[in-house]
């Protein structure tokens, strides 16, 4: 029998922790598992904050209401929970599977299967029902986080921060030249947040310093997430094995730290090799089809052969899907050269940069940078180009105010490579829940039977996940996944 001393529950016949905790400075309230009807969980890698909502029954307003017979106000009549609606109710999740009788045959990590967040409710609905006896509220939620940055806006300057080498050697920032009052932008979000003493943990490890240097101080009606958000948007990473690079801006759901992670690093983990996926290869799906079973299948994602739980694990049967191919209108509108127009204050000069934003040079960073000893297939992405777009008959001028060959990078090459990454080929699956599921990690597609033909080139292989949805209604846990993918398994011809 499983002994545990926190509330569970079953989940498409497998048992489950799950915990979620109403709490602020006036209480607490743990809810029954058998009162949550519905529950969503959003992680989108396009937006760091998770984010959801939960229903849950509330028939006579029993969460904020002591059902008595008594009228004496004595303390027992202390409703369970009162809802301080100043951005401090506070809603704890913890959901992840027990391993069941054996739980030496399977083992689930924690680093891998728990959600585990911490968020603020933001937000509160009352359903409109018969009568009282069936009411519910419906609470949204966000990131504790994400919270504390809208709500709060603090001074700063990289001219006076502590992260500033020049403060650091006991310059007067005030008497100090401009390049002195300047920080890389990844470092001045890490002190920015870090010296807003709102308790913000940084994952020192995964935190890229950047190669752009800003001279920037904090807007005083911009709160802290706009002031950072401004800061990001500066943001190239610093410069390795010959590569600046577009980064991801997260916070993992089990340390709570901040990274701020290069694509190129991103994609380097989730392998090359038919039989030896990577650690950011968390799972492998396989459609359910008939076809031959004669000829041996080509796997066209690596694969482990054995029975895992945190690398390449094989739980899942894809049976709704929605495959996107790429857009003709997003190909000829976005895919195009964007020609850097910057003036130099110092020198007075205008500059037109089209050297590291040129179109035709995207290809190859594409697979300099995403697929060359990172994925398995084709070195080549799947980018249709017209001679319309090679030879810059269309193209999409773009102003930097920063004339910085950084700012000019971000600005051209950076934005292409964005665009080509999320823009490209497309999948949405919906398919029995499973809580290792997260953004930002890769999943194998195959189908078992064999298959050797263009399509199937496209639709399998390695796809990067872009947002994950939980949800739960009932004793039913279903995922919502949407993923994309840059190169085929062979050449299309």
Known sequence: MINVDKPVKVLNQQQYVFEIKLHNDSGELLCNPATILHMMIEDDLHFWPVKGFVVIENAYEIIERKLSNSSSGNSSNKPPFTFKNDGTDYIDITIYPLNGDHPDQFKYPDKIWKIMYKCVIYDKEDYLVPNSSVKMKKFYFWDVDYQKMLADSIQWSTATSMGNKAVQAGYDPAQGRDDERKMKTGEAIKYYLQ????????????FDLGSNK?????????NIWQNVEYML??????????????????????TGKFELEPYHKVFKKAGNKPE?????????????????????????????????TDIDIKLGRIKKYQYIDT????????????????????????SINM?????NILKNKISEYRITERL????????????????????????????TKG?????????????EMFLNLGIYIELEGASFRRSGRFVGIDRQTFSDCNFDYKLCGQWFITKVKHIFCGEIYTNEIVAVKLNSFKAIT
């Open 327 to 350: 857009s003709s209108v997003d190909n000829t509108e976005l895919f195009n050269t964007r020609p850097i127009y910057t003036y130099d204050f110092k020198n007075k000069t205008f």
């Open 276 to 308: 030896d996926p990577k650690e950011y290869q968390i799972e492998h799906l396989f459609f359910e089809d008939v076809g031959s079973v004669e000829k041996v299948p080509i796997y066209k994602a690596p694969i482990n052969r054995e029975v895992t």
């Open 355 to 359: 050297k590291d934003s040129n179109v």
């Open 195 to 206: 010296e807003s003493k709102l308790d913000f943990q940084i994952n020192e490890d995964i």
């Open 376 to 403: 398995l297939g084709a070195p080549e992405p799947i980018l249709p180009l017209t001679d319309n777009q090679k030879t810059n008959k269309k193209i999409l001028p773009t102003y930097s105010i920063r004339s």
């Open 233 to 254: 948007n500066e943001h190239l990473s610093k410069k390795e094995d010959d590569k600046t690079d577009i980064c991801v801006f997260n916070k993992d759901r089990f």
């Open 407 to 419: 700012s000019v990078l971000k600005k051209g090459l950076g934005s292409l490579l964005y665009t």
């Open 214 to 222: 800003i001279f920037y101080t904090t807007f005083q009606n911009l």
